[in-house]
């Protein structure tokens, strides 16, 4: 289901902030239609849409004559929780812990977007690719727009192997990902210095089919990155 506008994602975030930071704990029972409509002064309509939503994501289910029963959003729900469970979630690790695990989940899916590039991708492809590394290191000195730039270049490497379960599987990690980086892309990561090289050198291997070669580049730089990222939270945690 689509993310919901308006007034029906007013009610929604309301509701899934509630669940995520576990005010609502599993199954509950939701207030009823006509008490959330009194709430948030809305149409039932809108509390009906509403709850579809958070049912699309597994955080709620709805049953005859007992109205909408809260799920366990920690092992029902989806991707899409990431950025409100890092925002409101109650965690059973501390929030280093999850960024440094969140960070090896991207590198892997880079990694993976690189060798499927290196193996399948027609040089055409990788020549529009090269014009998205130029345009992301226009955007440096602003790590945000930057950090979304180079998600958008992944993506786009996966796409021009054309293994298409693999876009899709990529897909879904997209606009998780995204909100993900807008929460820590700009306390926490500061472009590096060396990042065009470094693209356009796993890009001279993608090109040259040497795959293995362009992971253990990729990784490399992330290793590098991912450590700079975890002192700062240490530090940051220290410090508060």
Request: charged content about 25%; proline content about 5%.
């Amino acid at each position: 289901m689509a993310k919901p506008v308006g007034a029906v994602l007013r009610v929604a975030e309301v509701l899934l902030q509630r669940i995520v930071s576990e005010e609502y704990s599993p199954g509950l029972r939701l207030p009823s239609e006509v008490d959330l409509a009194a709430e948030f002064s809305c149409a039932r309509s809108t509390i009906r849409e509403a709850l579809r939503y958070l049912a699309s994501l597994n955080l709620v289910q709805s049953r005859q004559g007992s109205g909408a029963v809260v799920l366990d959003y920690r092992r029902e729900g989806t991707l899409e929780l990431m950025a409100p469970y890092f925002l409101h979630g109650r965690f059973d690790h501390p929030l280093p812990v999850l960024v440094s695990e969140m960070l090896r989940t991207r590198t892997a899916l880079a990694c993976e977007a690189a060798r499927l590039a290196a193996r399948y991708a027609r040089p055409e492809s990788l020549s529009a690719i090269r014009k998205k590394i130029e345009k992301a290191h226009e955007s440096r000195a602003h790590p945000l727009k930057h950090a979304l730039e180079e998600l958008n270049i992944f993506r786009a490497m996966t796409q021009a192997s054309a293994v298409w379960p693999a876009v899709w599987f990529a897909n879904a990690f997209m606009e998780p990902m995204r909100e993900v980086h807008a929460l820590v892309a700009e306390p926490l990561a500061a472009v590096q210095p060396d990042w065009l090289d470094t693209m356009n050198t796993l890009m001279d291997l993608i090109e040259a089919r040497k795959a293995e070669e362009a992971v253990a580049h990729l990784h490399r730089y992330f290793d590098r990155v991912d450590r700079q990222i975890e002192e700062g939270l240490t530090s940051l945690f220290s410090a508060s």
